[in-house]
Nanobody, 126 residues
Framework: QVQLVESGGGTVQTGGSLRLSCAAS????????TGWFRQAPGKEREFVAA????????YYADSVKGRFTISRDNTKNTVYLQMNSLKPEDTAVYYC???????????????????WGQGTQVTVSS
């Protein structure tokens, strides 16, 4: 069992930056793949970024590539999402998710993940 707690959300102006953190419980978290998803009001949850258990491979949605960076520190059981050059369309609730399969066979699909956090709100004002 893995419990995930996101933090770092808030309100920023267009062009600003935020760093989200996802703190995980459980001694085996270092073997889990991890992803970030987001959901805006009235829209479906969408993939943002993912990182495999070792950190050697990362995946990004086209809409955030070059602006967002996912990373992890397995010694701290924490995954990060650095978000730069934020746009109003990045406004959403951001969720952290963990996959028992460390290599995450289909990282862009929510069904690949077994555990989810409660989410943190990110609002980008124009």
């Amino acid at each position: 069992q893995v419990q995930l707690v996101e933090s770092g959300g808030g309100t920023v102006q267009t062009g600003g930056s935020l760093r989200l953190s996802c703190a995980a419980s459980g001694r085996t978290f270092s073997t889990y793949g991890t992803g970030w998803f987001r959901q805006a009001p009235g829209k479906e949850r969408e993939f943002v970024a993912a990182i495999i258990w070792s950190g050697d491979s990362t995946y990004y949605a086209d809409s955030v590539k070059g602006r967002f960076t996912i990373s992890r520190d397995n010694t701290k059981n924490t995954v990060y999402l650095q978000m730069n050059s934020l746009k109003p369309e990045d406004t959403a609730v951001y969720y952290c998710a963990a996959a028992s399969r460390g290599s995450i066979r289909y990282p862009r699909y929510p069904r690949s993940y077994d555990f989810w956090g409660q989410g943190t709100q990110v609002t980008v004002s124009s």
